[in-house]
């Protein structure tokens, strides 16, 4: 045999050794990021809503279902699992064994109100989950029932300080975000009225408030705004720092001097440990559904502001409202976790 042939089949014989090592390693790290944003999703994916059918929240996720269901290539089914103020779906979702992006959470600001109110919480909702996009938001208002005798912020507060603790205002439970709106007014007024929970969220407490068990309530406009309109409800002050073109005669947050009160959001959050690759192919599925002009003009038609905002500057927002919503629970002297 030729000498260089002899001394070329053991380097062949090393090569496979190497070769054969490199491809068990690879195995047993599993695919690269970019692959696992590639092969995602396999299957149907699940939005976890937490709360029961019928909500605002299951409105929004099915405006945006079929957009997110083609740029996938698999189905987007909605899962409701509501239960003490949003916190039992929340909780499903973020306490995921190995999440792989098919279970996702239609995120709200309860989240924050979760960490400031709950006690012996078994999550945390801002670590132990992360937002994919940040997609809409909705301008709130507080509204009253009709009956009441007063029709103004002010005429709220002067009511209000006539009769302490007789006011009664609903919410979704008190880890929520209404509570939260509610208690700001308190502090920043200093009158004192009295919390209504009910367990199937805005809905039941738009029919507590029309049926005067409550005098009370955060509305949106979706839901409430024919009410009002039919003067079965008042509109005392909208969230934020303008009028709102439907109900251009109230006044707004900032004109007032209620400025805690501010719109509510909702966003695609997923447990802490998804891929991020996962997470960057949800939120450009989210935005994609998004900038669709018939999902567009579906949204805004319901009372819904647009945000479309990436993982990283949803971060950014939610990182703001909560030190809003904390300093909110220190001038108000709650309790914070």
């Known amino acids: 045999m030729n000498p260089g042939a002899r001394d070329r089949a053991p380097r062949r014989a090393r090569l496979r050794t190497v070769c054969a090592q490199v491809a068990l390693a690879t195995l047993c790290l599993g695919p690269s990021p970019a692959t696992l944003g590639q ?6 994916v699940r939005w976890v809503i937490p709360f029961g059918p019928g909500t605002i929240f299951e409105t929004a996720a099915r405006f945006l279902i079929p ?48 960490k400031l109110f709950v006690k ?27 009956r009441q005798p007063y029709d103004t ?3 709220l507060i002067a009511h209000a300080k006539a009769h302490p603790g007789k006011l009664n205002y609903g919410t979704s439970g008190p880890q929520s975000y209404p509570e939260l709106m509610f208690q ?47 003067g079965r409800l008042r509109a005392l002050v909208v969230s934020g720092s303008r009028r709102l073109a439907s109900l251009p005669e109230v006044p707004s947050a900032q004109e007032t001097g209620y400025v805690d009160l501010i719109p509510n959001w909702y966003s695609i959050h997923l447990p802490a440990a998804t891929p991020r690759a996962v997470v960057a192919r949800i ?14 003009t579906q949204l805004e038609k319901n009372y819904f502001t647009i945000l479309a905002l990436g993982p990283q500057e949803s971060e950014r927002h939610i990182r703001s409202d909560e030190q809003l919503y904390r300093n909110i629970v220190t001038r108000a002297g709650l309790q914070a976790r």
């Open 39 to 44: 092969e995602f999703p396999s299957r149907p």
């Open 67 to 114: 957009g997110m269901s083609a740029s996938f290539g698999q189905p987007v089914v909605i899962e409701n699992r509501p239960g003490a103020g949003a916190l039992i779906g929340t909780e499903y979702v973020a306490r995921q064994v190995a999440p792989d992006g098919h279970t996702m959470l239609m995120g709200l600001a309860n989240l924050l109100t979760f």
């Open 120 to 146: 012996d919480l078994r999550f945390d909702p801002t670590v132990d989950l992360v937002p994919a996009s940040l997609l809409l938001e909705t301008p709130v208002f507080v509204a009253a029932n009709a």
């Open 153 to 155: 912020l002010e005429g």
């Open 184 to 230: 700001a007014l308190q502090a920043r007024y200093g009158v004192r009225m009295e919390s209504v929970a009910y367990k199937d969220g805005n809905t039941a407490v738009l029919t507590g408030l029309l049926a005067d068990q409550v005098q009370l309530a955060i509305a949106g406009q979706a839901i409430s705004l024919g009410d009002v309109r039919a």
């Open 283 to 296: 939120g450009r599925a989210a935005l994609e559904a998004l900038q669709d002009p018939d999902t567009r």
